[in-house]
């Protein structure tokens, strides 16, 4: 372990212990280890595949490798305080690359309450919305969805005050207090709110948020058990600006010197989800959504995203191979201008329990160019150990966007001892 | 609603009545009273229960703690204390339900088949009140327990959807009311799990210290769910707001 790393995991460890070992009421320490096997396959398609063929070595592409994780959490509560922390230690290392490691803390706040209103500060997971797939009112978290495995989140630096009473909940979140206001997507600084009202089978929820830069959004969200075996869940958002990426339309389709994919702004767009899961007796599961988002890049971006990554292909040879391949590989940027590649979306997810044994299969569509990710996994669940194995397959047509992404197949092994 | 479920049990019991003359000797809701004080001594109670499930030769299979709020008006928190799900927390709020996954932090509402999970679901954990949520009739009386005494077998019907069990046939003690044994029949009518309870004194009941669960519906295991300790305890309106799950309160 690398002597910066030891310093901050010794700090973690500390932070943690004063947290669960202060003279308070029961203490709670938890956490677990997890080694992790990733088997990853490079696309052969796509703008990275075409740098790389030109030029090996102009970006980094998928590599396979392993990463260890020890997750700590410990709580505690000392004279009507709250403490909290849950840190991460990783270590890994991939084909080609050094042996990286970093520790974070994923949550560390305190909480109390005044005058019927809880209080937290400090950095905490704010997880929002109704979805699976896609949720566009998770505002605060932003959390990554669709992952492989179960993971916690890093939360965000937050200030809440939230009030309950039977069946109604106030949360009022600044968010991202210490982030400078040019910052960009979830570390934008940001007043939040939602209020949410139980009525029988339906959950309400109400959402608005105000960042420093990308100005005011709201949504709305419900959630209803429609029957024993069926939830049907909708969620919509509103947004004034978003953060997106855009290409400098002076770029043309020609070679340019600098990454023409630029930060951007998308303005008076939405974003909405509706979907559902079924259930059974025999706790086979099925979930359906379907979801529109705004702040993706529409199909005439991506058409004509496709048509200058095809007129670069054919300047290999005319052009220096470095200039052809680096304008090919900042191709690519694109693929982060929103959690969604597509606005519209499709997915299914067939899951089933039996006993320790957890099987599922789901697809992710995109309507637009056929493109799809398939993935599959199979859990298994003892009283400390948990095992993970899966994998993810992208593809569609030669042109849809998600057949082009840098990976082509993902297949993993993880083992979690919690303690 | 309250008239309708009256009304409903009352209309169950005259149809007891004809089917079964004993019936009309025995007050169901009374004994069903009497062999909840067994589980839940108070309204509002704390209770740790460990749940150990057995493989159909006997060898263990897994264990699972949880610390059950069981509020009065159908309403129960559970907390997953074990490794394997800790901070988990599952809400029960008559028929609504939801589930809080550590990693999230999100309370998610869940279907009551959602709930019905695992060799021990929710409801066998966090239900311990049959007067509540259900009406019947005393279908007639026989020898039940071990060692063999003189039983009354009570059939039941779940008074709301949301339980995990829609139908209850049970045997309860003549003389003292304690539980002995239960068949529990999920919505489809299938024989889902064979219950026994286990008293603290055989010969002078005071409290069920155990409930052995047979499946039925899939894998044949038998769960052992052991009340390790009861106390009273109101917990503040807060905590049964779904939303509040995602908090972390002091448990005392």
Known sequence: ?419 | MKTTQCLAAGVLAALGAFAAPLAVAQDVPTLLKAADKYRMSSENMQVDTLISVFNTDGSPDKERRYTVFAQAKHQSLVLMQSPAEKGQKVLMLGDDFWLLMPSSQRPLRITPMQKLLGDASTGDIATLSWAEDYSGTVAGEEGCGEPAQKCLRLSLAANRKGVTYQRIELWIGKAKSEPIKADLYVQSDKLAKQARFVMDKPSAPTAVTEMLLRDQLTNKKETQVRYVSRREKTVPEAWLNPMFLARNPALD
């Open chain 1, 1 to 419: 372990m690398p002597p910066a790393l030891f310093r901050r995991a010794a700090w973690l460890a500390a932070a943690l212990a004063l947290a669960g070992a202060v003279h308070a009421a029961e203490p709670e320490f938890s956490g677990q280890l997890r080694p992790q096997w990733l088997e990853q396959r490079a696309n052969q398609r796509g703008p990275l595949a075409a740098a790389d063929a030109l030029q090996p070595g102009t970006a980094p592409l998928p590599a396979s490798g392993a990463i260890g994780e020890a997750e700590l959490r410990a709580s505690a509560h000392v004279a009507g305080v709250g403490l909290a922390g849950v840190a991460t230690l990783q270590s890994q290392r991939f084909a080609g690359s050094a042996t990286q490691s970093r520790a974070w803390f994923n949550e560390l706040y305190v909480s109390g309450d005044a005058a019927g209103w809880q209080f937290s500060a400090g950095k905490k997971i704010v997880a929002w919305d109704v979805g699976y797939g896609f949720r566009p009112n998770d505002f605060v978290e932003q959390e990554v969805r669709r992952t492989l495995l179960s993971v916690t989140p890093e939360g965000r630096p937050v200030l809440t005050a939230e009030h309950f009473d039977a069946s109604t909940a106030w949360t009022f979140v600044l968010v991202n207090p210490n982030k400078r206001h040019d910052d960009r997507g979830a570390d934008e600084p940001a007043l939040a709110a939602r209020v949410y009202r139980r009525d029988g089978a339906l959950d309400w929820h109400g959402f608005a948020r105000w960042g420093v830069r990308t100005g005011a959004s709201a949504g709305a969200a419900v959630a209803w058990v429609a029957g024993e075996s069926l939830e049907l869940h909708a969620s919509a958002r509103y947004l004034v600006r978003a953060d997106t990426l855009a290409i400098d339309p002076a770029a043309g389709g020609g070679l340019v010197a600098t990454n023409p994919w630029q930060p951007a702004s998308v303005s008076h767009t939405g974003q909405a989800l509706v979907g559902g899961t079924w259930t059974n007796e025999q706790q086979l599961s099925l979930l359906v959504e379907a979801w529109w988002d705004g702040t993706a890049l529409g199909d005439s971006q991506w058409n004509a995203w496709n048509a200058r990554g095809a007129h670069l292909g054919t300047l290999a040879g005319l052009a220096p191979p470095q200039a052809v391949a680096g304008n090919l590989a900042w191709q690519a940027s694109a693929f982060g201008a929103s959690s969604n590649l597509r606005r519209t979306n499709l997915f299914a997810r067939l899951s089933w329990q039996y006993d320790k044994w957890q099987p599922a299969i789901d697809v992710l569509y995109a309507p637009a160019d056929a493109g799809r990710i398939v993935t599959a996994s199979l859990g298994w669940q003892g009283d400390r150990v948990r095992i993970d194995a899966g994998a993810r397959l992208y593809g569609g047509p030669s042109s849809a966007v998600l057949a082009q992404v840098p990976t082509r197949r993902v297949v993993y092994v993880a083992g979690t001892w919690t303690f």
